[in-house]
C-alpha cells in the first residue's frame, strides 16, 4: 500500500523537543522532495519544510528558521523533523507529504501527528 505515515508528535512543554519521523511505505521516498505542513486549529495549512530529492537542499519557514531541522534517511525510506525550542504557537497537526520539487505542488499527503506545546 503506498502510504506515508508520519509519528512523533506528543505533548511538550515550551522549550522542549521533539522529532517527527515520516515514513513511506510502497514506494521508494528518496525519488521525492518531500514537505513538512503543519495546521493549527482555525488556520490554514502552513508550510513549514522541505528537503529536495536532487540535492538534499532545505528550506525553512521564517516562523522556525534556527529551530527546526529536516533530514532523510534513505536507508529507512523515512524524512525526519527535528524541533527544537518548542513554542506554544507550534501547537498543530504536522503533515508531510511528497513532491517532485519543493517550489512544486504536493502528491501524497500523511494523514498527521499532533503536536502540543504548552505548560
Known amino acids: 500500500q503506498v502510504q506515508l505515515v508520519e509519528s512523533g508528535g506528543d505533548l511538550v512543554q515550551p522549550g522542549g523537543s521533539l522529532r517527527l519521523s515520516c515514513v513511506a511505505s510502497?514506494?521508494?521516498?528518496?525519488?521525492?522532495?518531500v514537505h513538512w505542513f503543519r495546521q493549527a486549529p482555525g488556520k490554514e495549512h502552513e508550510g513549514v519544510s522541505c528537503i529536495e530529492r536532487s540535492d538534499g537542499s532545505t528550506y525553512y519557514a521564517d516562523s522556525v528558521k534556527g529551530r527546526f531541522a529536516i533530514s532523510r534517511d534513505n536507508a529507512k525510506n523515512t524524512v525526519y523533523l527535528q524541533m527544537n525550542s518548542l513554542k506554544p504557537e507550534d501547537t498543530a497537526v504536522y503533515y508531510c507529504a511528497t513532491g517532485q520539487a519543493c517550489g512544486d505542488s504536493t502528491g501524497l499527503w500523511g494523514r498527521g501527528t499532533q503536536v502540543t506545546v504548552s505548560s
Open positions: 510502497g514506494f521508494t521516498l528518496e525519488y521525492y522532495s
